[in-house]
């Protein structure tokens, strides 16, 4: 990730991106929700917290956020998540970044969502903070194009930036 000056970083994971991208993905149907970051720290609070939902009281109390939360699986850096996605039998996904600023190599909710039709594996890569490095998105396969409102303001959560996304891609 990058902060607000452009210098890279690691962000801190948040319990609501959590819940609400987990709960889209469930809802959509994505078959995984991978959390990366390289902090020992920010993986055990991730694995407490999706425990609490999956194991703990959180599962009693509330059955059908354990499905959402059960999508969740913690890596240490994206090509961990490559491989994973690779060893599963289907083969290294093709790799497509978000960004919230124009880019030259941006392709359409329409021309991604055809792609998709095709079975291939894909990761989609969302970022936090100030938005993914520059060196992410250079070594991407694909890059998404912005999601737009009406005005010039362009600074969306993460989760609310994959559940549009989400929605454009693969809803109905």
Known sequence: MVNKQG?????????LDLH????AAKTYGVRSFYVVTPLFDQQELVERIVSHWI?????????????ALELIIVKD??????????????????TVVTCARPNARSISF???????????????????????SEQ?????????EPVKGNTDYNHLSVRSAAAIILDRLIGR
């Open 7 to 15: 210098d890279t970083i690691t962000a801190a994971i948040t319990n």
């Open 110 to 132: 329409d021309k991604f969502r055809a792609m998709l039709q095709a079975g291939k594996p894909y990761l989609l890569i969302f970022g936090t903070a100030w938005g993914l």
């Open 77 to 94: 850096s994206l090509n961990e998540v490559v491989d994973d996605i690779a060893n599963n039998g289907e083969g290294a996904p093709k």
């Open 136 to 144: 992410i998105i250079n070594s991407s396969d694909y890059v998404l």
């Open 55 to 67: 194991e703990g009281e959180g599962s009693r109390y509330n059955p059908i956020r354990r499905k």
């Open 20 to 23: 609400d991208i987990s709960r």
